[in-house]
Each structure stands twice: as structure tokens, then as C-alpha cells.
């Protein structure tokens, strides 16, 4: 089956500084990716849909200055938190459509950022 | 506008015994359904979604779901609970017109299956 991996699954980084989360999509290429934000039981709040190739569509009242997304190829997609503050802290969950329907879309486990 | 509803927050359930947890949705046309499990700290599992055809489609460990248009409904069933199944449950919907919509959820059950 498909899978989307993660990496890193866990990170914890100091107020100002910048974190990279990465998406994979490892068996399958994927024209769109997205990136959700969940806070502890609840849930998922889209912020982003990535196309391979171009800029990414944000979501109201989410920042795309602070969080940067890049979707260089058709198997990675990038989000970026730029001066991190610890309001930023939260479970980040990216997921890919596979190009070849328009049905599936496969979550990746998530990576749990903590901001100190 | 697209929405979803999963009026309970928890569901508990006695082991071996038949579960529901419920989801409602809204779209202007054709739906495309889908129902997600989450474990902690994890992500999100598919397991099993409606498109179109017979209503009662069949999915991953067990659970299956009724897609019922005039109720606007896509409840998820199983017939006896494990312990195991216990998890956070999200419904999710997208118009079907949309090739490039975004999946909207609603805001998760959390199940519980004691022994």
C-alpha cells in the first residue's frame, strides 16, 4: 500500500530558531500534498495544499510567512516553522493524493514539535 | 460548504460488543466519504471510504459504514468490539465534483472498548 513517512518524527528547538519537516510519499508520486495541525484530541486543521511546482495555497489565518512549504518534486514536500515560538508546539501531520485518483489520500505519522 | 458532525466526543463499548460511532455531512453535491482511526502519537489510517455503489461498504479490521443519503449519514459499524479498537475515529467528507478539494473531518470520536 501506499505510505507517506515523516522525518523527524520528533524535534524540540528553541524559541526563534527554525524547524524543517519533511513528507515523503515513498511508493507513489504525488501531485498534492497537505499539512494539518492537531492539538491533543482534536481535530486536524488544514493548513496548507501543496502542488508539486508551484506555491502553495494556505489556509485563513494561517501565516505562509512562518510557515514555509515547499514542494519541490513529485515525492517531497517541505514545511518549514521560521522563528519558532513555543505557541508553535503542536502534532504536524502531512499527507499526499496520489496522482494516479482522485480518492485516496495517504497521512503520514505525524511529527510532535515542542518549543522551549 | 462542506462539513462534517460527529456529535459524540466518546463512545464507550463493552468488548464483543456491536460499536457505532456516527458522522453526519454536508456538501452541495455527491459526497466521497471517508473514515480515518488515529492511535496516539500517530497518524491518520485509512479504513475504508464510500465513492459511489452499494451503500454499505466494507473496510480494514472489521469495521464497515452505511452510507445513507437522505439521512445525509455514514455511520461506522463493527459487530463486536475488541479492545484493541479503541482510538480516535474521524469522519471525513469531499464533494465529488472537486478533483482537487480538500478533505474536511469532523471533530473526531474517541472510542472506547473496555475487557
Known amino acids: 500500500g501506499a505510505v507517506v513517512s515523516q522525518h523527524p518524527s520528533r524535534v524540540i528547538c528553541k524559541s526563534g530558531t527554525s524547524v524543517k519537516i519533511e513528507c515523503r510519499s515513498l511508493?507513489?508520486?504525488?501531485?498534492?500534498m497537505f499539512w494539518y495541525r492537531q492539538f491533543p484530541k482534536q481535530s486536524l486543521m488544514l493548513m496548507a495544499t501543496?502542488?508539486?511546482?508551484?506555491?502553495?495555497?494556505?489556509e485563513q489565518g494561517v501565516e505562509k510567512d512562518k510557515f514555509l512549504i515547499n514542494h519541490a518534486s513529485l515525492t517531497l514536500s517541505t514545511l518549514t516553522v521560521t522563528s519558532a515560538h513555543p505557541e508553535d508546539s503542536s502534532f504536524y501531520i502531512c499527507?499526499?493524493?496520489?496522482?494516479?485518483?482522485?480518492?485516496?489520500?495517504?497521512f503520514g505519522p505525524g511529527t510532535r514539535l515542542t518549543v522551549t | 460548504a462542506q462539513s462534517v458532525a460527529q456529535p459524540e466526543d466518546q463512545v464507550n463499548v463493552a468488548e464483543g460488543n456491536p460499536l457505532t460511532v456516527k458522522c453526519t455531512y454536508s456538501?452541495?453535491?455527491?459526497?466521497?466519504l471517508f473514515w480515518y482511526v488515529q492511535y496516539p502519537n500517530r497518524g491518520l489510517q485509512f479504513l475504508l471510504k464510500?465513492?459511489?455503489?452499494?451503500?454499505l461498504v466494507k473496510g480494514s479490521y472489521g469495521f464497515e459504514a452505511e452510507f445513507n443519503k437522505s439521512q445525509t449519514s455514514f455511520h461506522l459499524k463493527k459487530p463486536s468490539a475488541l479492545v484493541s479498537d479503541s482510538a480516535l475515529y474521524f469522519c471525513?467528507?469531499?464533494?465529488?465534483?472537486?478533483?482537487?478539494?480538500?478533505?474536511?473531518f469532523g471533530q473526531g470520536t474517541e472510542l472506547s472498548v473496555k475487557p
Open positions: 501543496s502542488n508539486e511546482g508551484s506555491k502553495a495555497t494556505y
Open positions: 464510500y465513492i459511489t455503489g452499494d451503500n
Open positions: 471525513a467528507v469531499r464533494e465529488s465534483n472537486n478533483q482537487g478539494g480538500k478533505l474536511i
Open positions: 511508493d507513489f508520486q504525488a501531485t498534492t
Open positions: 499527507s499526499a493524493r496520489d496522482y494516479r485518483g482522485p480518492y485516496e489520500q495517504y
Open positions: 456538501v452541495s453535491g455527491n459526497p466521497y
